[in-house]
């Protein structure tokens, strides 16, 4: 009798970044006509599983913090980098947020019915794949994954090697708390296993990746830019200014330059530069600059700056372009209103600028001429931020010009399409 042969068993491949893209694009499609009420139990499910899951996670954060020290990772990334319980529970308190925001998808924008009886629409669709790329940010794991399934998108994340275990486990976390709740779990993907290379060929996977959103340095996010064949919404770095007006009142002057320097420097809507008009800043700067350097802030000032507050360390022309995400600061005195829009001209990355003043006609002046993604009146520069708007989390703040400025929130991760609805209608 012949010898019956047994094949042996197969043995499972890892699957490859395309095959990755490809289960992206077959949950998109699946995500984009799931109902609202499962989509808000699948962010309930994940803000639950983030919670039950705090030790894991925020053992995996230990070991990418520790990692980031015995590397010299600036003081401003570590923070970026840090998870604890209050910053795991206001991740999870976000998911929530976003349960209780409306549904985007279906909106419609506008329409009409046309003189030949054609009833027009435009309506919010998802974009379909979401990439994101983004560093040493844990948070913007939880941040994005939460938009991108309420907006009905999937997504796929690249978020560095510096959170590494970080993101894999809380990929890990909101993958089971896909499959507890019924959604496609290839909805939220990682692609960190692929490195650099993976991020590369992420940029260039036009067809099955609809948009890419790059989160972190000027340098990422320009090398993003020039690279991906994907269409990119930028997310700029944030060199951030506050003009004290000549009419500016003492009190919020201090608190606010404070509170938009020193309550979270590392993040990008802190203030970086701070510009005074001469006619206030005799009367402003000591009082300013004292309670920044009682927090530990160092003033780089311009040689009026120093004139007044001989603690400054004297300014360089590098220091007016700096993003430092740390307890430092740019001070420079100018003549008057003109001189600080001229500043901003030159140094901005269009991100957040805020003046102080009691002055309509300034202000005023200052909102319509000041080209940046958020701009503010008698306000600190922190509350550029999806949450503080009302998003309950954001995407990230997009300088750009193109479909979203500003924090983006779950419409700013939708496209729309035009439904017509017709009876028999024919062109003539």
């Known amino acids: 009798m012949a010898e019956t042969l047994i094949p042996a068993p197969a043995v499972a491949t890892a699957p490859t970044l395309t095959d990755k893209l490809e289960s992206a694009r ?39 913090l520790d990692r980031g020290r015995d590397l010299g990772m600036p003081q401003g990334l570590l923070d970026r980098l840090r998870l604890d319980e209050p910053r795991l529970e206001a991740l999870a308190a976000a998911v929530l947020q976003i349960i209780a925001l409306p549904d985007p998808v279906g909106d419609v924008v506008r329409g009409s019915t046309l003189e030949n009886g054609l009833l027009l629409s435009q309506v919010r669709v998802p974009f379909g794949v979401v990439g994101a790329i983004y560093e040493a940010r844990p948070n913007v794991t939880i941040d994005i994954v939460a ?176 993003e430092y995400m740390s307890l430092d600061l740019a001070v420079r005195v100018v003549d008057d209103l003109d001189r600080a829009l001229e500043h901003i001209r030159r140094f901005s990355t269009h991100h957040t600028e805020s003046i102080l003043t009691n002055d309509l006609g300034s202000a005023e002046r200052f909102l319509a001429e000041v080209d940046s993604a958020v701009v503010m009146v008698n306000a600190s520069t922190r509350f550029t931020d999806g949450g ?22 779950l419409a700013e991760l939708t496209s729309t399409k035009w439904v017509v609805r017709g009876a028999g209608q024919v062109r003539r």
Do not use: Y
């Open 26 to 64: 077959a949950a998109a499609r699946l995500l984009a006509i799931t109902s609202t009420k499962q989509k808000n139990s699948a962010l309930r499910a994940i803000a639950e599983s983030v919670m039950r899951n705090a030790p894991r996670i925020l053992l995996a954060n230990e070991l990418d």
């Open 147 to 322: 938009l991108t399934v309420k907006s009905g998108n999937a997504v796929v994340l690249r978020g560095g090697s510096a959170a590494e275990n970080t993101n894999r486990v809380l990929v890990e976390v909101v993958r089971s708390a896909l499959v507890e709740s019924g959604m496609p779990v290839d909805a939220v993907q990682t692609i960190d296993e692929f490195g650099r290379e993976g991020a590369r060929q992420l940029m260039r996977a036009r067809g099955l990746v609809d948009v890419l959103i790059p989160r972190g340095s000027a340098e990422l996010i320009n090398s993003v830019v020039a690279e991906s064949t994907v269409p990119v919404i930028e997310t700029g770095a944030g060199v951030v200014h506050l003009f004290l007006d000549a009419s500016a009142d003492l009190a919020q002057s201090v608190e606010i330059v404070h509170n938009s320097k020193v309550q979270r420097p590392s993040v990008c809507n802190a203030l970086e530069t701070l510009l005074v008009h001469q006619d206030a800043a005799n009367r402003l700067l000591p009082a300013v600059l004292a309670k920044l350097h009682e927090s530990g802030v160092t003033i780089h000032g311009d040689d009026r700056t120093v004139h007044i507050f001989p603690d400054a360390v004297p300014a360089t022309e590098v220091d007016w372009g700096t």
């Open 388 to 409: 503080e708007f009302g998003f309950g989390a954001e995407v990230g703040i997009s300088t750009q010009k193109l479909h979203a400025r500003g924090p983006m929130g």
